[in-house]
Each structure stands twice: as structure tokens, then as C-alpha cells.
């Protein structure tokens, strides 16, 4: 898995500068490459891990809300890959979705518009997310010298593109 996100980075024109990106919540595990996958389990969801804090006034659920990986790095990830290690007997609440499918959808003005505007990606609730877990928040090595520190916060166009694989 993460060959392939470092070939389809490179064909991608990503900058020189970055690697694949590194979670501030993920741990050095030799089992998932020393810290560059993010493990996504039940086992710490009990702990108290995952989204499902940010919306706990709704829902224990983070189907709950669409969200994009990696936004409040101020170099975010152009692509995600999830690849599931033991599938549950009933449930799951991934979803993927085409944002350029829904762009594609709404009018020309209304386009226009959006393409003014910014939005603040705030994470920094990843903090209570570290306490809870007992592990450190990596403020250092997250893929792009630009995501560095422990404010997990950044503002972006609200429209943003990739770039086109060069295949």
C-alpha cells in the first residue's frame, strides 16, 4: 500500500518536498511501516479514538459527517487509500464520495461563488484525541516540512483540485 501511494505521488507532480503524509495520532509500529500507516481500529474507538468525539452531541457514529482526510495540514494529502485488515460480520460506515461529481452538479454561478471563499480545517480536537490514547502528538514528520507543529489548523480554498495523473 504504501509503494503504491508513493508511485501514484510521484506521477502525480506532487512537490519534491513531499512524502506520504504521516497522521499526528499514528504510532511507530513495525507491523504498519514505523509510523507512515495510520491504523484505523474498533479497539480504539473504545479507548476513546477516533472522529466519533467530534460529534458525540449527535452521535457515537462518524458516519455522522463527511469529512476529508488530512485538511488541516497546510499541505494536505492528494489521496487516500483504505485497505480493511479484518472486515466486521455486519456494519461499516465508509463511504466514498466524488466531489467533482457534486462540483460538476451545481451551477455555474454558485460555482463561481464558492471559488472566492475559504474554510479553517481545525483538528486541534486530535489533542484530547492523544491524551485519552496516552501517546504523543507528532508534531514533526508529517509528510511536507509545511505540516509541522502542534497546531493542527489550516486554511484552504474552498474549491481545490488535483493535479492530473501523468500516465
Do not use: C
Not at 506532487?14 to 511501516?33: F, I, M, N, Q
Amino acid at each position: 500500500m504504501t509503494e503504491l501511494g508513493q508511485r501514484i505521488g510521484q506521477l502525480s507532480g506532487r512537490p519534491k518536498a513531499s512524502g506520504l503524509h504521516v497522521h499526528p495520532l499514528t504510532e511507530d509500529t513495525p507491523e504498519l511501516g514505523s509510523g507512515v500507516v495510520a491504523e484505523i481500529s474498533s479497539d480504539k474507538q473504545k479507548k476513546g479514538g477516533g472522529l466519533r468525539h467530534a460529534f458525540d452531541d449527535k452521535s457515537t457514529l462518524a458516519s455522522t459527517g463527511w469529512h476529508s482526510d488530512i485538511t488541516f495540514e497546510n499541505n494536505p494529502s492528494d489521496y487516500a487509500a483504505l485497505r480493511i485488515h479484518t472486515l466486521p460480520e455486519t456494519g461499516g460506515d465508509t463511504l466514498w464520495g466524488s466531489a467533482y461529481e457534486a462540483y460538476d452538479r451545481i451551477s455555474p454561478k454558485l460555482a463561481e461563488f464558492l471559488e472566492t471563499l475559504t474554510a479553517t480545517h481545525d483538528a486541534n480536537f486530535f489533542h484530547d484525541e492523544a491524551r485519552r490514547l496516552g501517546i504523543p502528538i507528532k508534531a514533526v514528520g508529517r509528510g511536507h516540512p509545511m505540516n509541522q507543529g502542534e497546531d493542527l489548523r489550516a486554511v484552504h480554498p474552498v474549491i481545490r483540485t488535483n493535479r492530473e495523473l501523468l500516465v
